[in-house]
């Protein structure tokens, strides 16, 4: 790297069988970055290519051959000492619950031994015939029968690689059932409990029939300069530390700090977000998770935060020896969304999501439409064969993994995912979701800045690309007021923009609680040997965003789509601290478009040229 | 059938798609009455062309080509008035989990429907490529394309061909994904929830790739001597209505009304036999059930006792609308054999079980075996994967009927059924079986007659051949001491002829608490228009029990097969009502092949001779 960056791509085609290494060079190595930016860049060369072949983007087949899925590092994954860098990000040309792009991240080990193997991406083209798994094994690349693999839970098919493979810094990121049986909210699951990709890129896996790619080895990444890296991110690391959040609230209690956070903001969206107060949240909280289920934490790869919990529940029905989490995003979607409280539920229903590898946020928000759907009498009876699909039945949790993975009874109709069963039964206003992904934990009534980062989310309704929470709600880096909407344009921009570097370099976002852009040059700056500033930290995420987006308005998504759930526009929030809200969001779309420099959500040609994007 | 008793038989041969109609004349009809004693003649005709063709029977794979399925009703199926006659008999040449015979029996519809259909009995050879179903409509049978009802649980697959075919009298026998996935302990389900095959007959069928048998017609059942049999039948109904357990006890409690009156007599089976008393047995006995969670009762066709449960679980985590049963079997299996005492997730686990069409008595007791397995330190944690495998956790027994029947985690090892599964973990002293099949509710160290029925069960651990829980422990026909061991043979003997009996009529057991051999031979006489003594209806019995037995000897079984767990005749019950007692079998065993004329479990050539049994 140092003395000329040149990045190496693994390019793996299933229909031919054909196995390639492509160099990805300097020169779009400083526009892209890495991870996320390489997947968009290499994305968008592929649309270009299939509308020269003449094959028009919104004719791809999520789950046809012409479907390509990324696997990506950035110049920080792997680097020791870099904070929190064992990630690796997932993209796909379009994400089979949603039609358009898909986009996903994940902690653990196998990014950073990805590059440890001697590769800094794969990407995927075409379809094999019968499953297979690709070995990624100090350097080299095999692409190997996986039949014996194919219908094995995710932790059987780690194990089992892990073992077949041996050798130093072995991982596997591999598929469940879910994928296999090409479930739109399937996830690709990584040592065993990380997840990366809503929107079902485990399905793509499945279509692809692609079951795990193992990786190991131990070649050293390179850092350009190692002196001035190692005070940089010694100082970094330090900063880290001393934050209330990544040095106390996340080690401590977890992602699950956060229920009684938001309850208490009246934004914990419950029952299919008909309020923001749960009110029982307290017996799902971070706080009851550390005094009555955690045994131990888990750090990812290099990562000093520690945020992951493994617990366990030693009473009740749903005891359970060893689980991982439950996540704040899940104890809300398997819990809250669906009126349950019931810890050990959510805990064993989880587990059971980790196994089949099925993607926790989107079960639950439609099992919680469904829930809705069926109290106001909208499915027939006999759809349901004796299921009680209400809220609060925490049997419904714990058996819907698996009716959904299989397609089994009332599965059928959840493994729509919510869109598209609230459609089914005649009330698409039910189905709480953007551009068809389910929308997270957060009640944009109660925290408005996250209105407009739902509803301009390049994947959907996430949370992740422009989380205000962290200013309105947490107060990092300032405090603003989460009930106004003037100003949240340039936040959620910001986010949006700052996090694709994140997701390029590729490291955990949990450290921008700490971190701002000026760290990131800098840690940037000592690994690549390049001289990168603060507004060019900036400037490179807003390139990828926008280019993310170029490939969004192909797909057939503009401002049509930048859109919310009319409940979260229309039916004021009817108890609690936020009482009486609703989301003002063209106020904030006006503003934020203007910012972008877009028109109903497209990138003008003049914002284009300023960012470097040859289109 | 009057004036030259004639019944007809499909034969459909998957593998060339050959369909043809076979006639069986009266001299066999004499012979073997019908259903079962059909099919055990068909059977070893079948098993004779083998040997001919030099394929040894122990070498017949029951998941392959030359496993031989087959579904017959018999002279009191579907006639009118006859008691309890909505039945059928399921038999084959090879169980998948126990390798030799077998046989299974269920109630609903479908029986009654088949003759009316215009068949007597289905003989199923060869397997089909591609998933099929056949359609018996008037007369007419027909192989179809199945590939759409592949992977649907028994109730869309039971409400899809009911819809499709229409017409009167359409009932449907089909398999779930636990008989596609060849589960060894998959069930035939039928009318949605009806179940018979023990031994996982359904997982021949998920072989031969037959997901369904859909009949319908209207065709009327002949009776030979229609006033005669009227008055006959009459005489029988009233005697069951004035019956207490036919009339009384079964209508009002079901099947669990065995609940408590077994665990008062010391031999409810407790945590995988450990003990023969569950101490909080009420809270899932007949008596609660009809109290806290029954809906409505449910009687097959043409039955007048009524005895199916829809029950419904209104509170508590396990909550679901409508449910079938649970019977006694189920309700102990799921229930006491683990140690479990929540109804609502015994009702949960029991519906996903016919949902899925996996068999609960061979599945509870896998998991009871794999508990005590796990309590003893005998699995390693690794193989359980966080799964809390204890007594008493609810959760495993939701969560299995899934695992199981996808093999997922250690679902792939209960799929093994107990026997295999405690080899694998080497402590096959810890299977509860005989011959391969897990034993059913009743501890045979207080009730003593039952170990010899369960031991010298053809097809292996059963307690409805030999059921002498009627004298024994009931007082019918008349009381007898249970913890004595003489003269219990001749109970065995009696019962497990005249089961074969009723099994070949076809209809319910259930009729023997109230309808003896006299009653039988008057019915079927008036029926079939032969004069049959009440001494010739125990010959026909015993006929088609050593028939069998003969089929079973080719296969490899004999007297050494006819034993029980050693727990049973070596750990005296630790507690209760029978405290100290052990099963002394061989001394029953010896009365048993003398009155028998067997030799080692093998009839001896004057047996055969004398039973006019041609080999």
Redesign the interface.
């Known amino acids: 790297m140092p003395g000329g960056y040149v990045d190496k791509i693994l390019k793996v085609n299933l229909t031919t069988k054909n196995v390639t290494t492509e160099a990805i060079k300097e020169d779009v190595a400083k526009k892209y970055l890495g991870g996320k930016g390489y997947a968009v860049y290499l994305l968008y060369q592929y649309l270009k290519e299939y509308e020269r072949r003449g094959l028009s983007p919104q004719n791809i087949d999520p789950l046809g051959k012409e479907n390509i899925l990324i696997f990506a590092t950035g110049p920080g994954t792997g680097v020791p000492r870099f904070p929190s860098s064992g990630r690796h990000h997932i993209m796909a040309l379009k994400a089979p619950l949603t039609g358009s792009i898909g986009s996903g991240n994940a902690g653990g080990e196998w990014g950073a031994f990805l590059k440890f193997a001697g590769f800094d991406g794969i990407v995927i083209e075409g379809a094999s015939d019968t499953p297979v798994y690709l070995a990624l094994v100090d350097g080299k690349a095999e692409i190997r029968d996986a039949g014996e693999l194919w219908?094995?839970?995710t932790?059987?098919t780690t194990?089992a690689l892990t073992s077949l493979v041996g050798g130093k810094n072995t991982s596997v990121v591999c598929i469940g059932?879910a994928g296999e049986n090409l479930i739109p909210m399937a996830t690709v699951m990584n040592d065993e409990y990380r997840a990366a990709g809503r929107g079902g890129l485990a399905a793509i896996m499945g279509s692809k029939r692609l079951k795990a790619i193992v990786v190991s080895g131990d070649q050293k990444v390179p850092v350009a300069k190692p002196e001035e890296f190692r005070s940089v991110a010694d100082r970094c690391l330090d900063t880290m530390k001393k934050n209330p959040v990544t040095g106390e609230g996340l080690p401590t209690y977890g992602t699950a700090i956060l229920v009684n956070v938001i309850n208490n903001a009246g934004a914990f969206p419950y029952k299919n977000w008909q309020s923001g107060v749960m009110p029982d949240a307290d017996s799902i909280s971070g706080e009851t998770l550390t005094k009555d289920y955690l045994i131990r934490k888990r750090a990812c790869w290099g990562c000093t935060i520690e945020c992951g919990r493994i617990s366990s529940?030693k009473s009740g029905?749903?005891?359970?020896?060893?689980?991982e989490g439950p996540e704040y995003e899940t104890i809300w979607s398997l819990g809250s969304a669906c009126g349950i409280s019931?810890f050990?539920?959510i805990v064993?229903a989880h587990?059971?999501c980790n196994?089949?590898g099925l993607e926790p946020i989107s079960l639950g928000s439609t099992i919680a439409a469904a829930m809705e759907l069926n109290e106001k009498g909208y499915i027939p009876?006999?759809d349901?064969?004796?299921?009680?699909l209400?809220f609060g039945?925490?049997?419904v949790i714990?058996?819907a993994p698996?009716r959904t993975t299989?397609?089994?009874?009332f599965g059928?109709y959840l493994a729509l995912g919510s869109k598209k069963l609230c459609e089914l039964y005649g009330h698409p206003e039910l189905s709480m979701t953007v551009k068809g992904l389910e929308m997270p934990a957060y009640d944009p009534r109660g925290i408005k800045g996250m209105g407009l980062a739902y509803a301009t989310a390049n994947r959907g309704g996430c949370h992740l690309t422009g989380y205000t929470v962290a200013p309105e709600i947490l107060g990092i880096p300032e405090k603003i007021d989460p009930l106004i909407t003037e100003g949240k344009a340039q936040w959620v921009k910001a986010f949006q923009d700052f996090v694709s570097v994140v997701n390029s370099t590729v490291n955990c976002q949990f450290t921008t609680f700490a971190l701002g852009a000026k760290d990131y040059a800098e840690l940037l700056s000592a690994v690549t040997g390049w001289e990168l500033s603060e507004d060019e930290i900036f400037k490179i995420g807003e390139r990828i965003y926008n280019l993310e987006r170029v490939i969004m308005n192909r797909l057939g998504v503009d401002g049509k789509d930048d859109t919310l759930p009319s409940r979260l526009l229309k039916e004021p929030m009817p108890e609690g601290p936020v009482k009486g809200h609703v989301v003002d969001l063209e106020k904030m779309k006006e503003e934020y478009y203007k910012l972008r420099g877009w028109v109903n959500g497209t990138p003008t040609p003049e914002k284009l040229k300023e960012l470097e994007i040859e289109l």
């Open positions: 219908g094995k839970n932790m059987d194990r059932p529940v029905p749903f005891q359970i020896l060893t689980a019931d050990g539920a064993k587990q059971v196994e089949l009876a006999e349901l064969q004796g299921w009680a209400g039945n925490a049997a714990v058996d698996w299989y397609k089994v009874g059928k």
